[in-house]
């Protein structure tokens, strides 16, 4: 098979006989061979068996689980090649889902793409830890992430073993680390049975130091406060930078912050804005949300409630509305109603290109202009594409 283009999901794109193929790990212009499986929703998934005709910008993976874990798409690729290639992705996905075109070319942002996860996830089993391979629940054992900050990798070094000692909770499934590169924050995700007190002060013997409560995460703007549960951006080497996209050149009298988690975006506009009211879900975001913005002596209000619920009951004069939606994106009820409130602009920072195209299409359909699309490579090596989007009401 002749692999086309890479689509969003990470795999390549090949037609043939039996129509669309996507085959993992493959890149634009290489043939390659496939084993083909069944037609599902209009396309065949294929393994691939063998690399024909590589491209020159195939690169030999870094990661020795690579292909077999599920958390990495594109280490076989040079990382210009991937940054490339998810730029096509937004861009064609704009198109095709809205017929959107951005004014200026994409502009995308970038950083070191090793070692950058602030966040993982480790499951356990039979005496074996490791991640999810892809599409499945099986277990890779890894010793190391490459992906993942160093004071990560220090935790997974040490758990590898704990892991295999008599004293580990056979019932313990899976554990989330969370670190600011000083302290380890340790979370139970799932387990059978209660974890007893012995077994932490065990993790904090060989994991120091290790936290079970909030850490304080630095950046060029505040210290945040984030506990567990709450929501704070994975790439530590890209935090200030999407701070500034975002936030960096905006100022007036009212900002609305939705989905606004510990205050990332929160805590700089109210520096620059008279009014800024930061609406939140999550109870314990909203307590680091309401602890962050106690740090700023400028008034930042934080609003304990859904999105759309929030909106159905605000009115008044906005000028700038930021939102940063998971990854079903706004959805029609609050794009409905941020079309009524009228905010002279809005900034989109959205993980899903398709849902990002379905948000902007009726905003651009009611009046507002898309000034600027950048995408910022939040997750190297992966599939994932974050993008800020920025409109003007016409």
């Not at 910008?57 to 040079?78: E, I, K, L, N, S």
């Not at 507002?368 to 989007?389: G, N, Q, R």
Request: hydrophobic share 40%; net charge neutral; proline share 7%.
């Amino acid at each position: 098979m002749k692999i086309e283009k890479l689509v969003y999901g990470g795999e390549g794109l090949s037609r043939g006989p039996e129509g669309v193929v996507l085959v993992p790990f493959t890149l634009p212009g290489e043939t390659v061979e496939t084993d083909v499986g069944p037609l599902q929703k209009g396309v065949r998934r294929g393994a691939l068996t063998r690399v024909e005709t590589p491209s020159p910008d195939r690169v030999v993976p870094r990661c020795p689980y690579f292909t077999r874990c599920g958390g990495c798409h594109y280490q076989h690729a040079a990382y210009e090649t991937q940054l490339t290639a998810k730029r096509a992705i937004l861009e064609e996905t704009l198109f095709r889902v809205a017929k959107i075109t951005p004014p200026e070319p994409i502009g995308v942002l970038s950083a070191e793409p090793w070692g950058y996860r602030n966040r993982i996830q480790l499951h356990f089993e039979a005496g074996h830890m490791g991640f999810r391979a892809a599409r499945s629940h099986s277990l890779v054992e890894i010793e190391h992430c490459p992906i993942a900050s160093p004071k990560l990798n220090e935790a997974i070094a040490k758990l590898a073993v704990m892991v295999k000692d008599p004293r580990w909770p056979k019932f313990l499934s899976s554990l989330e680390l969370f670190t600011n590169e000083e302290s380890v924050q340790l979370n139970v995700v799932e387990t059978e049975r209660p974890i007893a007190k012995r077994f932490f002060e065990w993790c904090a013997e060989e994991i120091q130091p290790l936290e079970r409560g909030p850490l304080t995460c630095q950046t060029a703007n505040a210290a945040y406060r984030v506990s567990k549960g709450s929501f704070f951006q994975v790439n530590r080497f890209l935090a200030d930078r999407l701070i500034e996209e975002v936030t960096g050149e905006e100022s007036g009298a009212t900002a609305l912050d939705l989905y606004s988690g510990v205050g990332l975006f929160s805590i700089p506009l109210a520096r620059r804005f008279e009014r800024v009211v930061a609406v939140e879900s999550g109870s314990t975001a909203v307590h680091d949300l309401e602890a962050n913005a106690g740090q700023i002596e400028q008034t930042l209000e934080a609003a304990k409630s859904s999105v759309d619920q929030f909106l159905e009951g605000f009115s008044g004069t906005v000028d700038l509305v930021v939102a940063d939606p998971p990854r079903a994106g706004l959805g029609k009820l609050a794009v409905k109603r941020l079309i009524a409130l009228a905010p002279q602009r809005m900034t989109i920072v959205a993980c899903d290109p398709a849902t990002l195209a379905r948000d902007l299409a009726p905003l651009l359909a009611a009046g507002y202009a898309l000034s600027k699309v950048v995408m910022i490579d939040l997750f190297p090596h992966t599939y994932h594409i974050e993008t800020v989007a920025k409109l003007k009401k016409i």
